[in-house]
Nanobody, 114 residues
Framework: QVQLVESGGGLVQPGGSLRLSCAAS????????MSWFRQAPGKQRESVAT???????NYASSVKGRFTISRDNAKNTVYLQMNSLKSEDTAVYYC????????WGQGTQVTVSS
């Protein structure tokens, strides 16, 4: 059974940083691209960053230069380092395979506010 457990969210001031983690289990993590998604209140879920099985990355234009996605295949974990946070980054953040879209985890809330 696939499990995706996100953590690391919280309340941070504009300009601050957070590091999110997603622990995955129940599938062969290393062979799948993984993405971080976010969903703000009243908005659709959107992809913000993807890391391929070989480590290539791509980002939504709204976060490029501020967010960094990475993975540790030995730990079956994907990370999202978020710097220079803005109020518009406030959302619940989720990880998933962009191809398989397994059942979503509970997500982790990120709130950027002064």
């Amino acid at each position: 059974q696939v499990q995706l457990v996100e953590s690391g969210g919280g309340l941070v001031q504009p300009g601050g940083s957070l590091r999110l983690s997603c622990a995955a289990s129940g599938f062969t993590f290393s062979i799948y691209a993984m993405s971080w998604f976010r969903q703000a209140p009243g908005k659709q879920r959107e992809s913000v960053a993807t890391v391929t099985s070989s480590g290539d990355t791509n980002y939504a234009s709204s976060v490029k230069g501020r967010f960094t996605i990475s993975r540790d295949n030995a730990k079956n974990t994907v990370y999202l380092q978020m710097n220079s946070l803005k109020s518009e980054d406030t959302a619940v953040y989720y990880c998933n395979s962009p191809a398989r879209r397994w059942s979503w985890g509970q997500g982790t809330q990120v709130t950027v506010s002064s």
